[in-house]
C-alpha cells in the first residue's frame, strides 16, 4: 500500500498548462501502476491516463490525447500529469491512483487514492 499526495493544481485559461504531480509513500511504489482520474461537479469519476511501473507503458483517455502526458520518476516517487492546451471541460477535481496489477480503467480497481487537487479552466 502506498499513501499519495497530490500538488499543482490551480486555475489557468484556457489554451494554457498546468503540470499536477503525486508523491507516493511505500517501498513498493515502482511495482504500481499509477493513474489519475478526475471529477467534475456532478459527474462520475472518470480515467484520465495510467502509466505501467517502470514508466514504459502508458494509457490515455481519448478526450485528452494528444494534449496530457502522463510521466513518472520511481527514483522521487512520484508521478506527474503534464496538461497543455487546457479547455474549460477539463475542470474537476484530479486524483492520483495506484493499484499493484496492470492499468485498469476503472476506478473501482484502485486501492489506493490521494485527496485530489482542483484544476479550474476558464474560457
Known amino acids: 500500500q502506498v499513501q499519495l499526495v497530490e500538488s499543482g493544481g490551480g486555475w489557468v485559461q484556457a489554451g494554457g498548462s498546468l503540470r499536477v504531480s503525486c508523491a507516493a509513500s511505500?517501498?513498493?511504489?515502482?511495482?504500481?501502476?499509477m493513474a489519475w482520474f478526475r471529477q467534475a461537479p456532478g459527474k462520475e469519476r472518470e480515467f484520465v491516463a495510467a502509466?505501467?511501473?517502470?514508466?514504459?507503458?502508458?494509457n490515455y483517455a481519448d478526450s485528452v490525447r494528444g494534449r496530457f502526458s502522463i510521466s513518472r520518476d520511481n527514483a522521487k516517487n512520484t508521478v506527474y500529469l503534464q496538461m497543455n492546451s487546457l479547455k474549460p471541460e477539463d475542470t474537476a477535481v484530479y486524483y492520483c491512483?495506484?493499484?499493484?496489477?496492470?492499468?485498469?480503467?476503472?476506478?473501482?480497481?484502485?486501492?489506493?487514492w490521494g485527496q485530489g487537487t482542483q484544476v479550474t479552466v476558464s474560457s
Open positions: 491512483a495506484g493499484r499493484g496489477g496492470v492499468t485498469s480503467y476503472s476506478p473501482k480497481l484502485y486501492n489506493d
Open positions: 511505500g517501498r513498493t511504489f515502482s511495482s504500481y501502476t
Open positions: 502509466i505501467g511501473g517502470s514508466g514504459l507503458r502508458t
